[in-house]
């Protein structure tokens, strides 16, 4: 079967992760963008990558979403980025007007497809979506966690030069200055990290993690990072698509997981066909349950500002 994949919003993180697929000749891909243009000639740019790199899949773009229709999965990217100064917090009310428009036209043509949220702010835009599907938490899934993570593993694979291929790490919680890194779950190939590293170094690490975005969006100046983010998008697609069951950190809608309950949280799930097919409960201690409940408040917050 030749699978379809939509990615809504043709900026910088949409083209990155379309590029991604398409190379990977896992999907035909389908950009759409309110800036039709950019859509189709960034898909078209791609194409003419295709005889050089060697993959078959088509990309096409514009502005419409008849296309898009009978997608197997969908990736949200639209919306505005954060510029420096500006907090995920600030794009919640205009993104989640785009959000709501973009969830009801993708699910109009493909009822049964699963949504991949990216548009900030993370956990909050997962909640539209939820509420403007209608659909089960399976199929609407927040990136942010594979993206925390890939930072914080590269963090940890520089500070002690070893391949990054080595390196595990999880993040939880929602995708604000409050997540949560959890050095003790992080690896290099099976060794604990809090072995390999003192504490200080640890704590360096997190805090570098937590401020991983703002770090490139200091340097960029007018734009968020794309290439990390474009990257652990595809990353879940591929998961999703090619049936892989891999656990990755996903934002989605706990239901008493964690204790918590109606509320999308970053946590381990294990992705397959059937979108978010488990959630994976690990045992926390005290203090990571009291920083995982700071984390759920902030997006408490952000849930109950949202436009009724
Ligand atoms: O970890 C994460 N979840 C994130 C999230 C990591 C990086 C970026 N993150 C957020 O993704 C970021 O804060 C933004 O909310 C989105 C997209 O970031 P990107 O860097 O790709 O922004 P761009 O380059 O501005 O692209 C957004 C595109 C742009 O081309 C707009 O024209 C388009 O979205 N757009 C729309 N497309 C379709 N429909 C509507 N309504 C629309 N509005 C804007």
């Known amino acids: 079967m030749h699978y379809k994949v939509t990615v809504v919003g043709a900026g910088n993180v949409g083209a990155t992760c379309a590029q991604l697929i398409a190379q990977a000749d896992i999907a035909d891909v389908v950009m759409v963008d309110v800036a039709a243009d950019l859509a189709t000639g960034k898909a078209l740019d791609m194409m003419e990558s295709a005889p050089v790199l060697g993959f078959n899949a088509r990309i096409t773009g514009g502005g419409d979403y008849d296309p898009t229709a009978g997608s197997q999965v969908c990736v949200v990217t639209a919306g505005l980025a954060r510029k420096p100064g ?44 939820r509420r403007v599907s209608g659909f089960p938490r399976e199929r609407v899934i927040g990136m942010a966690g594979v993206l925390d993570a890939a930072r914080m593993r590269w963090f940890i694979a520089e500070k002690l030069s070893v391949s990054v291929e080595d390196v595990d790490a999880f993040v939880l919680g929602g995708h604000g200055d409050s997540m949560v890194p959890l050095p003790r779950y992080a690896t290099v190939n099976g060794m604990p990290l809090p072995q390999l590293l003192d504490a200080d170094t640890i704590a360096q690490i997190n805090d570098r993690t937590r401020n991983g975005g703002a770090e490139i969006v200091n340097y960029y100046k007018t734009g968020s990072a794309y290439y990390a983010p474009g990257a652990s998008s ?22 008493g997981e964690y204790g918590y309950d109606g509320l999308f949280i970053g946590v381990p799930c294990l992705l397959g066909r059937g979108g978010m097919e488990k959630v994976i409960e690990l045992k926390l201690t005290t203090e990571e349950k009291a920083l995982l409940a700071k984390s759920a408040e902030a997006v408490k917050g952000l849930v109950e500002a949202l436009p009724k």
């Open 86 to 129: 500006m907090s995920r917090d600030d794009l919640l009310a205009k993104n989640t007007e785009i959000v709501s428009e973009v969830v009801r036209q993708l699910v109009s043509r493909s009822p049964e497809t699963i949504l991949i949220i990216v548009t900030n702010p993370l956990d909050a835009m997962c909640e539209v979506a």
């Open 234 to 255: 595809y990353e879940m697609v591929k998961a999703i698509l090619l049936d892989k069951k891999k656990i990755l950190p996903c934002a989605v809608y706990l239901q």
